[in-house]
């Protein structure tokens, strides 16, 4: 993995880089070619980013508020457009491939589980959305429940769970339909410190156990060093 620059500084945008050959399939899973962001015109909150992430790689992005994390991830989910430059996954340009089709799993800080439905039907929404065979949604949503150690809740609301267990769920959510990476977006800043490290371990075990592929945004140093390859 290597990072050229996320710079935090404010720029004003320079000559688009030169349009560089796409990867193959063999290469990298996630490749950023001299990707720019500005919102404005005139300020860059990510400048000729060049990023390669391995299939399989723990990679944290790390830096104070500004730095251009949250929007580097945003570009590489789809939420947000590259203003120069372009985002290969497993070869393919995914630049203009809306986030419905990327097959990328996201963790946020604040969960973003329905309220309104249980535990079972949170995590089997993505399923639903995919239009699994409900006899397949159920199996996976089983699995995924076990793999987070919450077996035996699944008919409980998000109300009745703890911090922990619903950031539990909101993993179990973006792994369940086997996605080709997973972002995490600070998913562990609204935790106390004790369950920040217990969650800590967790994540780590689910990266291990799975061969996931993790992005993980994070401006704690020490969390950084902990998390990462």
């Known amino acids: 993995m290597t990072i050229d620059t996320i710079q935090a500084r404010a720029q004003t945008p320079g000559r688009a880089p030169a349009a560089a050959p796409a990867p193959d399939v063999a290469g990298p899973l996630v490749r950023f070619l001299g990707v720019q962001k500005t919102y404005d015109g005139d300020h860059l909150a990510v400048d000729n980013l060049n990023l390669s992430i391995s299939s399989g790689e723990f990679i944290t992005l790390l830096g104070p508020s500004g730095s251009g994390k949250t ?3 945003m570009m590489l989910a789809g ?3 590259p203003t120069v430059g372009e985002i290969f996954v497993a070869g393919r340009s995914v630049t203009s491939i809306p ?4 097959n990328i799993g996201m963790v946020f800080q604040n969960y973003a589980l329905f309220p309104h439905m249980t535990v079972e ?3 089997a929404f993505p399923l639903s959305v995919r239009r699994v065979p409900k006899a397949e949604i159920g199996q996976r949503v ?3 429940l076990e793999l987070v150690h919450l077996d035996g809740y699944g008919y409980r609301r998000p109300a ?3 911090g922990g267990q619903q950031q539990r769920i909101a993993f179990a959510r973006a792994l369940v ?7 995490m977006d600070e998913p562990l800043g609204a935790l106390d410190r004790q369950l920040r490290e217990h ?3 967790e994540i780590k075990r689910l990266h291990e156990e799975l061969g996931l592929t993790v992005v993980y945004v994070t401006h704690d140093q020490s969390e950084a060093l902990t998390m990462s390859n």
């Open 177 to 183: 339909f086997e996605p080709d990476l997973v972002l």
């Open 121 to 123: 039907e949170n995590i």
């Open 79 to 81: 939420f947000e457009a």
């Open 71 to 73: 929007t580097t991830l």
């Open 99 to 102: 986030p419905y089709r990327r």
């Open 142 to 144: 089983k699995r995924a």
């Open 160 to 162: 009745q769970l703890s």
């Open 199 to 201: 969650m800590q371990f």
